[in-house]
């Protein structure tokens, strides 16, 4: 398992409109990646044709130097919302996708339901949880499957600041010991400086990379991070560099 992602001349419109153009991104192993840009701006897009949900009308996908484009089944993608199925406990939901592969590992499972604070509730139905439970629910399913990249496609929008800020913190701390590729998106300006090793920034209409920054905290991070001068020192920065190139933003 490797999790590298190369993206060359990636352009994509719907009935004429184009919604990408000519995106150029890559990515290394391990990397917290995240793409930022205004509501609307092709996201979505860009991550369902990752994902081999469409075709591009231009341009290659590669992971791990095997050409993907228009292939499914080949990223782990985790939605805006938890997409837990109602019928299934947190345990059958968390084994989903590895049971999809053929290979289940029912202890490994339960050792990350526990470190997600969810021991007890391994029987359970997703009805019986929060919010914020069943995206850890959730986020467990997209670390347990087989591929080395996950996609998240603003997974913390519907939650509110102080889940949102839990949760954050419980991603990193997983992903840590894990390590595996994530590309993130959000048009969450602290959530992309929080979690990331580095935020490529969009524009919108059609979507375009216009910025690209290196993020220098260490790792691990902390709350405290938050209202440090350094992080809205870079606040500042990414917010006027997205004002300068006549994006919205949040």
């Not at 500042?236 to 004002?243: A, G, P």
Request: proline letters at 4%; glycine letters at 8%.
């Amino acid at each position: 398992m490797i999790g590298t992602l190369e993206i060359n001349g990636l352009t994509k419109s719907f009935e004429g409109r184009e919604v990408l153009k000519e995106i150029d991104l890559e990515m290394k192993e391990g990397e917290f990646l995240t793409i930022l840009g205004p509501s609307g701006s092709g996201k979505s897009t860009l991550f369902h044709l990752i994902g081999g949900l469409l075709h591009p009308d231009q341009g290659t996908i590669m992971l791990d130097g095997e050409n993907i484009t228009g292939k499914r089944g080949l990223i782990s993608y985790m939605p805006q919302q938890p997409a837990l199925f109602p019928w299934r406990t947190v345990l059958q939901n968390v084994l989903l996708g590895q049971e999809l592969q053929g290979k289940v590992e029912r202890e490994k499972a339960l050792n990350m339901i526990k470190r997600a604070g969810l021991e007890g509730y391994e029987q359970s139905l997703p009805d019986a949880l929060s919010g914020g439970m069943k995206q850890r629910v959730a986020f467990i399913r997209a670390l347990l499957s087989p591929q080395s990249l996950i996609c998240l496609d603003e997974p913390f929008s519907a939650l509110d600041d102080f889940t949102r800020l839990e949760m954050h913190q419980w991603l990193l701390s997983i992903w840590a010991e894990y390590k595996k590729t994530i590309l993130f998106v959000t048009h969450n300006i602290d959530e992309a400086l929080f979690l990331s090793d580095r935020i490529i920034v969009l524009s919108s209409n059609p979507a375009t990379i216009i910025s690209e920054f290196e993020i220098p905290f260490e790792r691990p991070r902390s709350e405290s991070l938050l209202l440090s001068e350094e992080f809205l020192e870079w606040k500042r920065k990414l917010s006027q560099s997205i004002l300068q190139r006549g994006t919205a933003h949040e």
